[in-house]
C-alpha cells in the first residue's frame, strides 16, 4: 500500500479559494490553517461578548451595513464615532500632512465632533532628546513625538483616535501608548502619493522593491 501523501497546511495569502467566505461549504479543506487553530477561533467567540469589544464589533458591523460600501473612509470614521457614543475625538496628525488633516477635522466638527488635534513634532523635541543617535539624524536634527501625541490624548480623554499620515514606527508607538480605541485614516507613503497598495500594482516599484530584496526570499 503506498504511503499517504502528507497533508500540506497554507497561510491565508497563499489560498486561492477563500472558503471560508460561504463557511465552508464542503467542510475546512485539510490545506486551511485553521485546522491547527480551532482552540483560539473558539476562545476568540467569546472576546467577542467582552462590553468593549462587543461595543465595537456592533458599531463595525452598523457601518459596514449602512454604507453598503458606498461611504468613503471619512464619512465612516464618523459614523464609527456617533455608533461608540463618542464626542471627542483625537487626531495624531503628521506634520507633512497637517493641511489635510486640517480637511479631515473640519468634516468632523461639521458632525458635531470636538477634536482634539496633536502634530507629531509637538515640543520641538531635538532627536537626542528621545534616544536617536547623531548618525540617524534628519537635517533639522528634530524628532517625532508619537508617545507625546498619545498621552496628550489620553489626559484630554479622547474616546476614539484617529491616525493621520504618521511615520512607519511612529504610528506604532501611538498605537501602544493610546488608552482609547485607535483607527487609521490616512497612511504615510511619500513614493506612491499615500497610497501604499499602488506599490503591488506598479510594475516599477514592484522591480523596485523585488530588486531591494532580491538576496532574499520574497
Same mark, same amino acid.
Given at each position: 500500500?503506498?504511503?499517504e501523501?502528507?497533508?500540506?497546511?497554507?497561510?491565508?495569502?497563499?489560498c486561492?479559494?477563500?472558503e471560508?467566505?460561504?463557511?465552508?461549504?464542503? @467542510? !475546512?479543506?485539510?490545506?486551511?490553517? $485553521?485546522?491547527?487553530?480551532?482552540? &483560539?477561533? /473558539?476562545?476568540?467567540?467569546?472576546?467577542?461578548?467582552?462590553?468593549?469589544?462587543?461595543?465595537?464589533?456592533?458599531?463595525?458591523?452598523?457601518?459596514l451595513?449602512?454604507?453598503?460600501?458606498?461611504?468613503?473612509?471619512?464619512?465612516?470614521?464618523?459614523?464609527f464615532?456617533?455608533?461608540? @457614543? !463618542?464626542?471627542?475625538?483625537?487626531l $495624531?496628525?503628521?506634520?507633512g500632512? &497637517?493641511? /489635510?488633516?486640517?480637511?479631515?477635522?473640519?468634516f468632523?466638527?461639521?458632525?458635531?465632533?470636538?477634536?482634539?488635534?496633536?502634530?507629531c513634532?509637538?515640543?520641538?523635541?531635538?532627536?537626542?532628546?528621545t534616544?536617536?543617535?547623531?548618525?540617524l539624524a534628519?537635517?533639522?536634527?528634530?524628532?517625532?513625538?508619537?508617545?507625546?501625541? $498619545?498621552?496628550?490624548?489620553?489626559?484630554?480623554?479622547?474616546?476614539?483616535?484617529?491616525i493621520?499620515?504618521?511615520?512607519?514606527?511612529?504610528?506604532?508607538l501611538?498605537?501602544?501608548?493610546?488608552?482609547?480605541?485607535?483607527?487609521?485614516i490616512?497612511?504615510?507613503?511619500?513614493?506612491?502619493?499615500?497610497?501604499?497598495?499602488?506599490?503591488?500594482f506598479?510594475?516599477?516599484?514592484?522591480?523596485r522593491?523585488?530588486?531591494?530584496?532580491?538576496?532574499?526570499?520574497?
Amino acid at each position: 500500500m503506498a504511503e499517504e501523501s502528507k497533508k500540506t497546511t497554507i497561510v491565508c495569502h497563499q489560498c486561492k479559494t477563500n472558503e471560508c467566505l460561504d463557511r465552508y461549504p464542503n @467542510g !475546512v479543506p485539510d490545506f486551511c490553517q $485553521a485546522n491547527k487553530f480551532w482552540d &483560539v477561533i /473558539e476562545r476568540a467567540k467569546a472576546e467577542y461578548f467582552q462590553p468593549e469589544d462587543l461595543k465595537i464589533h456592533i458599531a463595525t458591523a452598523k457601518i459596514l451595513k449602512r454604507g453598503n460600501e458606498q461611504w468613503p473612509r471619512v464619512m465612516e470614521a464618523i459614523e464609527f464615532a456617533r455608533e461608540l @457614543g !463618542v464626542s471627542k475625538v483625537g487626531l $495624531a496628525v503628521c506634520v507633512g500632512l &497637517v493641511r /489635510e488633516g486640517r480637511e479631515f477635522a473640519r468634516f468632523l466638527n461639521h458632525a458635531g465632533l470636538e477634536v482634539i488635534s496633536v502634530a507629531c513634532m509637538i515640543g520641538g523635541m531635538s532627536h537626542t532628546d528621545t534616544g536617536i543617535p547623531e548618525e540617524l539624524a534628519v537635517e533639522k536634527g528634530i524628532s517625532c513625538n508619537p508617545i507625546a501625541q $498619545a498621552e496628550i490624548l489620553n489626559q484630554e480623554g479622547t474616546g476614539l483616535n484617529f491616525i493621520y499620515g504618521l511615520c512607519m514606527g511612529h504610528d506604532t508607538l501611538f498605537i501602544r501608548h493610546s488608552e482609547a480605541p485607535v483607527t487609521y485614516i490616512a497612511v504615510k507613503d511619500f513614493a506612491t502619493g499615500n497610497n501604499p497598495t499602488a506599490a503591488l500594482f506598479s510594475p516599477f516599484l514592484r522591480r523596485r522593491i523585488w530588486e531591494a530584496y532580491s538576496g532574499d526570499k520574497v
